[in-house]
């Protein structure tokens, strides 16, 4: 297992006015199809974002959390920018919605 870890907290209304029924279930049907997706140097965790104080997403290696400016060196050594993983990371979120509730 990597000790790279990106949690990223999905906002409840990602799935319509209705998502915050849905959004546990969604992230346990999502978390392998992105793990399958996923460079091999990390692995998302994929959570609900019900608190709001909460980041969207963090950092973490070897458990702990890093501040943006370690995650961003951290991550430059696989020549990957945070920004970047997001982007794909919410273009695949956007197809396995569909998916989700049988559009796709």
Excluded at 38 to 49: H, K, V
Aim: hydrophobic share 45%.
């Amino acid at each position: 297992m990597t000790d790279i870890v990106i949690l990223y907290r999905l906002e409840p209304g990602c799935l319509g006015p209705e998502g915050a029924g849905y959004i546990v279930e969604f992230c346990q049907f999502a978390a392998p199809l992105i793990a399958s997706q996923s460079p091999a140097f990390m692995r998302w965790q994929l959570e609900p974002r019900f608190d709001k104080k909460l980041p969207e997403w963090q950092v973490l290696f070897h458990g702990k959390p890093l501040n943006d400016a370690q995650a961003a060196r951290l991550l430059t050594h696989f020549d990957t920018d945070i920004d970047v993983l997001i982007e794909q990371l919410n273009e695949h979120l956007t197809l396995m919605i569909d998916q989700y509730f049988g559009r796709w």
